[in-house]
């Protein structure tokens, strides 16, 4: 059964750092690829950062501030976001969906695949 864990959400002021980590059990690492959805009050859910094996993805929106990064010893993804914005204020997600095509990764929402975890939410005051 995959599980998928996430932590280190929090509040912070503009300009600070976070660091996310999802740890996972239940599925073969190395199969799947794991990334970070966000959902920010009235907007659309955006895939922003995916890894894989042999795959990786960042979307604009966050490219320059948002490096993710995967322990295949640990079984844990890690987003470590930087810079942070008052519009970066969401919930996150960690999403695995099997498979390594970060591509395929960006629109599993839409599609309704993948296993989500439960989120954590982040807070970035002005």
């Known amino acids: 059964q995959v599980q998928l864990v996430e932590s280190g959400g929090g509040s912070v002021q503009t300009g600070g750092s976070l660091r996310l980590s999802c740890a996972t059990s239940?599925?073969?690492?190395?199969?799947?690829?794991i990334g970070w959805f966000q959902e920010a009050p009235g907007k659309k859910r955006e895939g922003l950062v995916c890894?894989?094996?042999?795959?990786?993805l960042t979307a604009p929106s966050v490219k320059g501030r948002f490096t993710i990064s995967r322990d295949t010893a640990k079984r844990t993804v890690h987003v470590q976001m930087n810079n942070l914005k008052p519009e970066d204020t969401a919930t996150y997600y960690c999403?695995?969906?099997?498979?390594?095509?970060?591509?395929?990764?960006?629109?599993?929402?839409?599609?309704?695949?993948?296993?989500w975890g439960k989120g954590t939410l982040v807070t970035v005051s002005s």
């Open positions: 239940g599925f073969t690492f190395d199969d799947y690829a």
């Open positions: 890894i894989s094996i042999n795959s990786q």
């Open positions: 999403v695995a969906l099997l498979g390594r095509n970060c591509e395929s990764w960006r629109v599993a929402d839409f599609y309704g695949l993948g296993n």
